[in-house]
């Protein structure tokens, strides 16, 4: 009798806890769900704070009160997968930006890379990515522990997380079987095939896994200053077949994982992979002006022959009205004018009655003065070292038609000294 006991009140605790994992799991992808609603969308999508309050509230309950469960993968290879995440999300930036080089259509980044607009953008996708990978890796866990038809929910819950991830609002807009077939290529499918992609990481590897493989991407798409803008048919076909075919890779590396083959060495690789990814961030950062000190490439010779075309010159920003009014005559600054940058010397300071100062600029190789006098607020910074010849490939990629037009002498010679960053 004690032992039947036993037994059923153990098989009573088995059931409450299966019970408290179903509805922790439910709760993990009606928050998805949700999310999915073209209202709440818009109204995420109007602030970082409103999206940071709804998926921040949503783990920070999951961490305090939900209890933690086990998936499939091995805790031993787990970090193994890690590195294949990493890896997968690399090689995908990779693709995307060597077809956009060989297509020529590398845009400026639509996002703000200043230091505060990188922070929004973190904390508009990171929460995000880690409650939605979260309630997978749950779902798929507590399937494996509770569930009698086990692949068919790890099937179900892979299209639900898909389809949540689709621009639903986006369907009413569409107007023709063009732009619906479109929508299919570019939107829908690349986001289902995306999906697989991280069931196999996070069946495998945990939350973690599918994390890092969609933080790398999102995280480097909203801080590099250039992104390839790809025509809908490219951009669906890497969306498309590029995680069918890393899955198919992965479902052959699986395997050998579990007889230990090819783990040795995995983590210096997979922290070389993001060493070089985060600096070439750093470097784009510094070349588009993100940091104090930024690079400018000369492409005349008004400044000759202190500056020459190609080299490259290191701009340091004026950042409040005490350094205006530090500027002296003779100091080489960079400003604005127009739809170009100019490298010029400060020939005359002019303080009128109110104190208030404007700025007579001159190339030193130009023999008349530029014409207009120049204002405080159009001046960038100030050149505090030239670096000869580096920007010379820069140089070489621009026609001489390139070159603006606008800032001329008295014998119409162009004195303009355009920067490109």
Same mark, same amino acid.
């Given at each position: 009798m004690k032992l039947q006991r036993r037994s059923a009140t153990k098989r009573e605790k088995i059931m409450l806890s299966d019970r408290k994992y179903r509805l922790v799991a439910l709760f993990l992808l009606a928050t998805a769900v949700c999310s999915a609603i073209p209202a709440v969308k818009q109204t995420m999508g109007a602030s970082p704070y409103n999206s940071l309050l709804y998926w921040g509230s949503a783990l920070s309950i999951f961490l305090i009160f939900c209890p933690r469960i086990h998936i499939f993968g091995q805790l031993r290879n787990q970090e193994a997968v890690n590195g294949y995440a990493i890896r997968g999300a690399v090689f995908y930036i990779l693709i995307c930006f060597f077809a956009g080089v060989i297509a020529q259509t590398?845009? *400026?980044?639509?996002y703000d890379h200043s230091i505060p607009g990188i922070f929004y953008n973190v904390i508009a996708i990171f929460p995000a990515i880690m409650v939605r990978e979260i309630a997978r890796a749950y779902a798929f866990g507590t399937a494996w522990r509770t569930a009698k038809h086990r692949i068919a929910v790890v099937g179900a819950v892979t299209l639900l997380m898909a389809v949540t991830d689709i621009n639903l609002g986006k369907i009413a807009q569409l107007q023709s079987y063009k732009e619906i077939f479109i929508y299919?290529?570019?939107?829908? !499918?690349?986001? /289902?095939?995306?999906?697989a992609l991280l069931s196999m990481l996070v069946f495998y590897g945990g939350a973690k896994s599918g994390i !890092?493989?969609?933080g790398i991407i999102e995280l480097f798409y909203?801080?590099?200053? /250039?992104?390839?803008? !790809?025509?809908? !048919?490219i951009d669906g076909t890497i969306g498309i077949t590029y995680p069918v075919l890393y899955l198919m890779w992965l479902a052959e590396q699986l395997p050998q994982l579990k007889e230990g083959v090819g783990m040795q060495g995995s983590k210096k690789l997979d922290l070389g992979f993001l060493a070089a990814l985060f600096a070439s961030v750093?470097?784009?950062? /510094?070349?588009? *002006?993100v940091f104090r000190i930024y690079p400018s490439t000369i492409l005349t010779g008004s400044m000759e022959p202190m500056i020459r075309p190609g080299d490259v010159v290191l701009i340091r920003k004026l950042v409040d009205e005490q350094e205006i009014y530090e500027l002296a005559e003779g100091d080489i600054i960079n /400003?604005?004018?127009?739809?170009?940058?100019?490298?010029?010397r400060i020939e005359e300071i002019i303080t009128d009655e109110a104190g208030n100062r404007t700025f007579r600029t001159k190339g030193d190789n130009n023999k008349s003065a530029d014409t207009e006098l120049l204002k405080p607020q159009d001046i960038k910074g100030t050149i505090i070292r030239v670096i000869p010849k580096v920007g010379l490939p820069i140089l070489l990629m621009h026609s001489q038609s390139d070159i603006p037009e606008g800032v001329v002498d008295q014998e119409g010679e162009v004195i303009v000294n355009e920067s490109s960053k």
């Open positions: 590398l845009k *400026g980044s639509p299919l290529v570019r939107d829908v !499918l690349p986001t /289902f095939t995306e999906s !890092l493989y969609l909203k801080t590099f200053p /250039f992104i390839p803008e !790809l025509m809908w !048919l750093l470097f784009a950062w /510094f070349c588009v *002006g /400003f604005k004018r127009q739809d170009f940058t100019v490298t010029h």
